[in-house]
């Protein structure tokens, strides 16, 4: 055991949990810590220009690799500044670790400088939080906090840290807690034998069936389980926004995405079912449209991992709560033990449905012209220039939308972007967790000109840290989504969804010490894009015009059932 | 249905400010709340009564569960149990009005825990149902103030919420 100061306990703990690096902006009630951090080679410190780009990059490094992100800020507007990044990260169960400095124990109270009760402020948006009361704490603390984030559903977890407790002089009994004890908390690890039982005999039953997937099954590694069983029964599937990339977007049996923006086919699908059984998906109103109308035909299967999501908003009829991999793999012995088979006359006329509702898919547009280029066009460019194999984080908006519908995701982890919160402003720092960790991959952020501008301020962090990253910015000169509901639903008055005033964004690219391209014309679109990428150590900045007047489509019709769309500007279903 | 649920809270700073903000995050409904540490120093134990429908009783007691620091919960209202309630009153007493409130304060089996020329103090304990009708049943304008505990409960019989 050695002896150390509750600063350099925090530093210890980090190399010792395996945390190569952490994201963060120092102040008054860290710098102990920020000291601690000096002395030592072990774990790398990333500085931010704002601390809830921090947190995006916690994020997205977390996003992607399935362990937690672990961001350090100080007390009072740091700690604050943190809160739009860990409520991104709460509404998507993403794990992190906030560790926030806090005044002295003994100022706690009075209105100290820089004084915010963030055990307080932080507490409706994560999963917990907790104070450090004495430094010989620290090391029990910290591991609950990786142990609470990263186990069960996961998310973030916020400690508060009084300046006092990291008092460089103060020394104490250090040892890596290798277990945690909390009888409070115990995530599920296996699923209910007998409901995953019925589950396999109704999904052999079924003659109208869809396979729902979400994020869970992305968080929870089970990707090859969906595999497997999308294979063995030949059913189709269609992944909701935070799914995509958990069954292979070009599979054969993919229908794409489902919801307010998904495809015909996904949407039309779940309307006409039998049996829907959702996997690590939680029914989300941009899923579901009118709950009343939710699936009329259709009995449902529901495997999550958290028990409150069930019948929370649609009532289910066989709930598994549980890790969805465990519960996928229990499954899979079950099927191996009936050895039944669907039967395939039912399941031949389902997909033959299925293929006239793909025949007319809604989300066709109309083709780019030299002077006009489709946002979409471009996403399918960059899928094609990237080998459909990229990383691709995104902000809000149209394009959002965009990439998640024609950048046909065929792994997981591999879409990143904020679809509970919608937080304008993720993709780029989440782009930058990922390519500080994956250096050798093509990571790309899609965004808008307005999304950008709310985290662009780190484009200095990427020149400091020498992350050769790509951005893809359909300029649409607009706030396009915004502007694409007052078109719907306001008789076009735009009210304040116009990006006046734009920067140049390439001489801006530019004097942060980027390349920064331009297109205008669509013969440039492609070209430029591989030119683009062929800079494998520049970042690159690629500002494209887009049409400013294209929508999103398919979109639902709210307060529908999931069938009912708008296809184009004038057509429905 | 208005229910009783009853839990078992790690007796930690925090704790109760986490399941209040969850009713109010969540648009549940707090009718009373009553916490206090237990035989064991490490456990609180609260009791919240709130209505709702099956389906947001459903979530209350799932959401609740979900916090870290509650360490078992139950719904005392799915079984049979005991519920009581402290309630204190101070009431107008003069003249006459002293024997007709002594009277009722025997029929609902109160107390009388202080007085003055003017002025008694009452203690009536039992179910919810049972203090507002006390209330009801002194004429009006005769309470001064009420104070009252919120609900406890505890399941009859053998069955115990303890860890
Ligand atoms: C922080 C934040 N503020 C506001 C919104 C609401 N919002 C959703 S999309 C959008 C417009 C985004 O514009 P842009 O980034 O240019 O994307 P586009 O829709 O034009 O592709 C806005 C303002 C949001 N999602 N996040
Ligand atoms: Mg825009």
């Known amino acids: 055991m050695e002896l150390l100061s509750g600063a350099d306990m925090i530093t210890h703990f980090l190399a010792d949990e395996g945390v190569e690096h952490i994201y963060g902006y120092p102040g008054g009630a860290a710098l102990h810590i920020y000291d601690a951090l000096f002395r030592q080679d072990k774990v790398q410190h990333i500085l931010v220009r704002h601390e809830q780009a921090a947190v995006h990059m916690a994020d997205g490094y977390a996003r992607a690799t399935g362990k937690a992100g672990v961001v350090l800020v100080t007390s009072g507007p740091g700690a604050t500044n943190t809160i739009t990044g860990i409520a991104t990260a709460f509404t998507d169960s993403i794990p992190l670790v906030v560790l926030c400095g806090q005044v002295p124990s003994t100022l706690i109270g009075e209105d100290a400088f820089q004084e915010t009760d963030m055990m307080g402020v932080s507490r409706p948006v994560v999963k917990h939080n907790m104070a450090i009361r004495h430094p010989s704490e620290i090391p029990d603390v910290l591991k609950k906090a990786f142990y609470i984030a990263q186990s069960g559903r996961p998310g973030p977890v916020v400690v508060d840290i009084p300046k006092d407790m990291t008092a460089p002089n103060e020394r104490f009994e250090y040892e890596y807690p290798s277990k945690v004890k909390l009888r409070s908390y115990t995530p599920p690890m296996r699923g209910h034998s007998g409901q995953i039982r019925k589950a396999a005999e109704m999904l052999l039953n079924a003659k109208r069936p869809v396979i729902y997937a979400g994020g869970g099954v992305i968080i929870g590694g089970a990707s090859a389980q969906l595999i497997k069983l999308v294979d063995r029964l030949n059913y189709p599937v269609t992944c909701t926004l935070m799914g995509l990339g958990a069954y292979p977007g070009t599979g054969k049996n993919s229908l794409g995405m489902l919801g307010m923006h998904g495809s015909v086919e996904a949407n039309q699908a779940m309307h006409n079912a039998d049996l829907v059984i959702s996997i690590g998906a939680r029914f989300d109103d941009r899923v579901t449209n009118g709950t009343d109308k939710f699936c009329p035909g259709a009995r449902i299967i529901h495997i999550d991992i958290d028990p409150a999501n069930i019948s929370k908003t649609i009532k289910v009829d066989v709930p598994i709560v549980g890790p969805v991999g465990s519960v996928l793999n229990d499954m899979h012995a079950i099927f191996d033990e009936l050895a039944g088979q669907p039967d395939q006359d039912a399941l031949a006329s389902w997909w033959k449905e299925i293929d006239q509702w793909r025949a007319r898919h809604g989300g066709r547009y109309e083709p780019s012209t030299q002077d006009c280029i489709k946002p979409q066009h471009v996403v399918e460019v960059l899928h094609k220039v990237t080998k459909g194999d990229a990383f691709v984080t995104s902000d809000v908006g149209q394009h959002q939308m965009f990439a998640a519908q024609y950048y046909k995701f065929n792994k997981p982890n591999r879409w990143i972007n904020s679809g509970g919160l919608g937080t304008m402003g993720f993709g780029l720092p989440a782009a930058m967790g990922i390519k500080l960790t994956h250096p050798d991959e093509e990571v790309v952020c899609v965004t808008g000109e307005g999304s950008i501008q709310m985290n662009i301020q780190e484009l200095s962090t990427c020149k400091q840290y020498g992350l050769p990253l790509k951005v893809v910015l359909l300029n649409n000169e607009a706030l396009g989504m915004v502007k694409q509901w007052q078109d719907m639903n306001y008789e076009s008055r735009h009210s304040h969804s116009y990006m006046g005033s734009l920067p140049d964004f390439t001489k801006l690219v530019e004097s942060y010490g980027h390349v920064g391209l331009t297109v205008r014309k669509l013969d440039e679109l492609e070209s430029t894009l591989e030119k683009a990428f062929a800079m494998k150590d520049e970042l690159v900045f690629i500002n494209v015009y887009v049409d400013p007047a294209e929508h999103v489509y398919p979109m639902q019709i709210a307060r529908g059932s999931m069938n009912d769309m708008w296809l184009n500007k004038t057509e429905r279903t | ?163």
């Open chain 2, 1 to 163: 249905m208005r229910r009783i649920i009853s839990v078992l809270l790690e007796n930690e700073p925090g704790a109760l400010s986490r399941v209040v903000g969850l009713f109010s995050q969540r648009n549940y409904n707090i009718e009373s709340l009553t916490v206090a540490p237990t035989e064991d120093a490490s456990l609180s134990r609260l009791t919240v009564t709130t209505s709702g429908s099956d389906k947001v009783i459903e979530q209350i007691t799932k959401q609740l569960n979900k916090l870290i620091e509650v360490v078992k919960l139950v719904d005392l209202t799915e079984g049979a149990h005991i519920e009581r309630e402290l309630m204190m009153v101070k009431l107008k007493a003069v003249g006459s009005q002293r024997g007709e409130v002594k009277r009722t304060v025997d029929i609902y089996r109160g107390q009388i825990v202080d007085v003055t020329n003017s002025v008694y103090t009452v203690q009536v304990a039992g179910n919810s149902d049972k203090l507002d009708a006390f209330i009801k049943s002194i004429a009006e304008g005769s309470v001064l103030e009420v104070v009252r505990s919120g609900v406890s409960g505890i399941a009859r019989g053998e069955k115990v919420l303890s860890l």
